[in-house]
């Protein structure tokens, strides 16, 4: 009997697994976004432009979004599990955007739910209705918009993306604590931060009063954005800080290609605090730089990363306060209603506000923490699952389980699972 020969037993088996690569990365080209596909539009545009029109326009349109979040905190300190449920809103915001004309544009949205731009104000007291965006965007200059009110700032473009397109439920830590609630100390609720009363903290929600001038280029695949704005630094609170002038000054550009997208932004403001620095105010800066392949609307494959920086100089002290964090995340769109999503985020604080001795503050579900002095540090690392049904006109089913491990003796680890419904809505008022 011939033995067989041991060389080209090899070289069928290479050129077997060859094969096999080869079909793979086709298969998965087909899944690839196209370089010639249109860039995706930014967000300020979303936001703030209308179609030019001779008559005036009105739409009525908005979110819904209830549904139903666990969480479950087992303590580094006792071998106890505790676990909080609730159903809830997530949004509940309606709004009217139209034109009054070829030359302004008008946008209004508002909050009904409890959330990181509705909070509570007090134990025992139900978040109200709050006025989220009310502007006025006038087209008067070629290549420029210039939209005065209060507007969403395009920092990063997490936080910027539409409610009912975000491809999860909760927002990264970075996105809660930096551009939501910038330097909060009370890392809670799966690594949300309290929303500190004014003015404890600049760029709040994400909102501004101001003026913003903007715009986008497009040329085929290629797409260049930019925006420039002036501020009061106090966000959702619609008033002026306590220098008593508009100082918060921001900046941002992006870049497209096809699928391939680079993004970043810059501000910086200040504010009074008279509590645990005495006199003079306290500066702030901060910066964002987005990365990202694929449009997460609607590609079968996508990537995106997100970095944000904020730096707070505290008068009378060396220890300026520092709060960082990123996350990377990966969709998969293999069937057109269907999407799963793993997201890997990280966020830690230093040297932050003064919090006295003793002071304990509730942590994840039922449990409490104590800080003990001034710059305590905070480190969490989260992991999250995503799955997303679309179904037809925009509606979207949700589920997502969140793993927020806290680098931090006297903080316990989180599981989260968040389920909602998101339902758009649109209603033509004036056409």
């Given at each position: 009997m011939k033995k067989p020969n041991k060389k080209r037993t090899w070289l069928a088996r290479a050129l077997g697994a060859g094969a096999m690569l080869t079909t793979s990365a086709v298969a998965c080209a087909g899944l690839l976004p196209s370089m010639n596909e249109k860039p995706m539009t930014s967000w300020a545009m979303v936001y703030g432009t209308e179609k030019p029109q001779q008559r005036p326009t009105a739409l009525l349109f908005g979110v819904v979004q209830p549904g139903y979040s666990y969480i479950q905190s087992?303590?580094?300190?006792?071998p106890n599990v505790t676990g909080n449920g609730a159903f809830k809103f997530y949004r509940l915001r309606p709004g009217i955007r139209g034109s009054l004309g070829p030359n302004i544009d008008y946008f209004f949205l508002a909050e009904f739910a409890n959330n990181a731009a509705n909070p509570n104000t007090a134990p025992g007291v139900n978040a109200s209705a709050r006025v989220m965006d009310g502007n006025v965007t006038l087209n008067y200059i070629p290549g420029v918009h210039v939209q005065v009110g209060q507007m969403l700032v395009p920092f990063g473009e997490e936080g910027a993306t539409a409610a009912g397109v975000l491809p999860w439920i909760n927002y990264s830590p970075a996105t809660y604590n930096i551009d939501f609630n910038q330097f909060a100390t009370t890392p809670s609720n799966n690594g949300i931060a309290g929303p500190p009363a004014p003015p404890n903290g600049l760029f709040d929600a994400g909102r501004e009063m101001g003026v913003m001038a903007f715009n986008q280029f497009v040329h085929g695949p290629m797409a260049v954005d930019y925006a420039v704005g002036y501020f009061n630094g106090t966000g959702l609170s619609q008033t002026q800080n306590g220098m008593g002038h508009p100082d918060q000054a921001f900046v941002h550009g992006g870049?497209?290609?096809g699928p391939l997208g680079i993004a970043g932004s810059y501000e910086t403001g200040r504010y009074s605090q008279t509590v645990g620095y005495g006199s003079g105010s306290l500066q702030q800066k901060?910066?964002?730089i987005d990365l990202r392949y694929g449009n997460y609307i609607k590609d079968p494959l996508w990537l995106w990363y997100e970095y944000q920086n904020a730096t707070n100089e505290q008068p009378g002290t060396t220890n300026n306060g520092?709060?960082?964090?990123?996350?990377?995340?990966?969709?998969?769109h293999p069937v057109k209603k269907y999407m799963g999503v793993f997201r890997y985020s990280t966020f830690n604080t230093e040297n932050l506000d003064t919090v006295s001795s003793g002071m304990s503050t509730t942590v994840g579900a039922g449990s409490t923490a104590t800080f003990t002095g001034p710059g305590q540090a905070v480190s969490l690392d989260q992991e999250s699952l995503v799955g997303v049904y679309l179904a037809r006109k925009g509606v979207r089913y949700y589920v997502e389980f969140d793993h927020t491990t806290y680098n931090n003796s006297t903080l316990p680890a989180d599981n989260a699972v968040s389920v909602m419904l998101s339902v758009p809505f649109g209603v033509r008022l004036l056409h």
């Open positions: 087992s303590s580094t300190t006792s870049v497209d290609f901060r910066y964002a520092l709060a960082r964090g990123w996350f990377a995340a990966a969709g998969f």
